[in-house]
Every structure is written in structure tokens, then in C-alpha cells.
């Protein structure tokens, strides 16, 4: 793994979207193979592009996300390498049966693209808000689930397996993340908690580390943008080592990152833990700052989270 860490908290000027178009792009022009399924949705991820350049390999499924997915697992069956795209929640619920039963279960390799992951659905409110969307996903035998931090996690994943998120720069360009294996962003041998998240959750863990490191208190950040299949070995690692874990998501604590990971260390190495994340609740129109707030998806719940999960080892 070779991994170069920025952390500055600096917004990308490039849009995430761009990195899965430009990298398809490139992707379809070296291996005729593949093919991109959309669901009325070209215009916003900006593969409009796949369109132009590749009419007969670029298809339209309309407002249609099942027929979709059975139109991508069809063309699977054919022996193509198949992206299917729409928001979170319809490439999850409208379509779950779809592509558990014609994919999944069939065993096609379909890569199911969700876009606007948690609340970056912002002011396209609850109807349009995934926050169980990888949990539906992690429930299904034998797939890959992912949720990168930036342009460039998401340039270099979308040539393994796709997903998009958050516009923050976190990684310097060039960054290799071999799926499977999380990304220690931080770590020393006084750290007394590990932090592991994902997602728009990656740079809020840095900004808690930070707040954590000004009053003296050392914690692991591990940015777990591979769930499923999910890197026990370093989970197991750092509840040895620091004894306390806390989890950052954008998505439900309870079907997530969060239960995934306490999944693995309650079998193996009980320690304290903490989850920061969406408590049970439905989606919403805000701005994603507003909702960031009003879900708890902040630096200040972390370092909230962290103190409580340390106590607590104490304790």
C-alpha cells in the first residue's frame, strides 16, 4: 500500500464525480468490455461523457433502477463487466431484489455505483437520503462494499470496485488503497483509543484527532473505506494496542461501519467502544453542514465519543 496523507481539511476544486467519469472514460477506452448502466442520473455524476463517447456501450435505463439492475445483470451474463449507477437509495432499495437474485446470487459481476451517500443528499431530503444503503449491500453473500474519502481513494478504487462520497482532499494524488486493507492515518505507541471510519467521516476524525492531540490525548485514526471485505487483522491490532475503539459514519450505527466492526472485536478481543453515526432516524432537506449537526457527524462528537470510550476502559 502506498498511501501519501494531506489532511489540511482543504475542499478538492475537483468534483468526486469526476474521478469515476474521467477514470470510466479512460477505463472503457482501454477495455471495450465495459459497460455503464444509468437510471436518468447521467447529468449528475457527469458520465454524460460515456454517453457521447461510447453510445453502444453507455445505456439509458431510465427512472427504472430495477429493470435497471436487471438490464446490468443481462449484460453480465454476456460476459460484460457492467457499472450501474443511481443515488444511494435507489441503487439499494428500488433495486435490492434485483441484485441480490440476477447478480448476487447468479454470481455476475455488477458494480453498483450510489451516489450522494448519507446526508451530502443535502436538500434532496429523506426521499433521496441513503442512510441504510451499505448495510443492505453488506448483508448479501460474497460482495465488496466501499466508501471512499476523496478524488483520489475513489480514482484509484473505481479501477477495482466503485463508490463515491465526499469532496474533501484528504490523500495526495497517486495514493494506492488495495480493497480489503485499511489506511492507518495516525498512529504512535501512546495511543489510548483507535478511531475508525470512512467517507465524509475521515476528515472529521482527523479534525478530532487534532482536538484529541491539543489536550494531550494520543488516538489511532484508521480510515476503513473497504467494509465488507472488512480488514480484521488491524482492527484486532488496535484493540490490543489502545483499548478502546471508537466508530465515525455516515450511515446507521446500528446496520454499519459500527456494528460490522463490533462484530469482529466482541468475538475476539472485547474492548469499549463508541459509535458516532445516524441514531435511528430518517433523512431530512438541509444543507449538509445543518444535517452534519443535527446527526451528530461531527469533530466534536468524536472527540465526544473517544473521552467516553476511554472513561470507560478506565473505568
Known sequence: MSVKVIGKHEKDSRACRDALALTLNEMMAEDKSIVYVDCDLMGCINTKMLRKNYPDRAFEAGIAEANGAGVAAGLAAAGKKVFFHSFGTFSSRRCYDQIYMSAAYAGLPVHVLGSDAGVTAAFNGGT????EDAAMYLSIPETVVLDPADYAQLECITRQLPGITSGVKVYEDGSEFPIGKGVVLHESDKDVA??????????????????????????????????????????????????????????????????AVANVVIKNNPVPMEMVGVEDRFGQVGAE?????????????????????????NG
Open 194 to 259: 483507535t478511531i475508525i471510519t470512512s467517507g465524509i467521516m475521515v476528515d472529521e476524525s482527523l479534525k478530532a484527532y487534532e482536538a484529541l492531540q491539543a489536550e494531550g490525548i494520543s488516538v489511532r485514526v484508521i480510515d476503513m473505506f473497504t467494509w465488507k471485505p472488512l480488514d480484521e487483522e488491524l482492527i484486532l491490532a488496535s484493540a490490543a494496542e489502545c483499548g478502546a475503539i471508537v466508530t465515525a459514519e455516515n450511515h446507521q450505527v446500528k446496520v454499519g461501519l459500527g456494528s
Open 128 to 131: 433521496h437520503m441513503p442512510l
Open 289 to 313: 453542514s445543518f444535517l452534519r449537526e443535527e446527526y451528530g457527524l461531527t469533530a466534536a462528537h468524536i472527540v465526544e465519543a473517544a473521552k467516553k470510550a476511554i472513561a470507560r476502559k
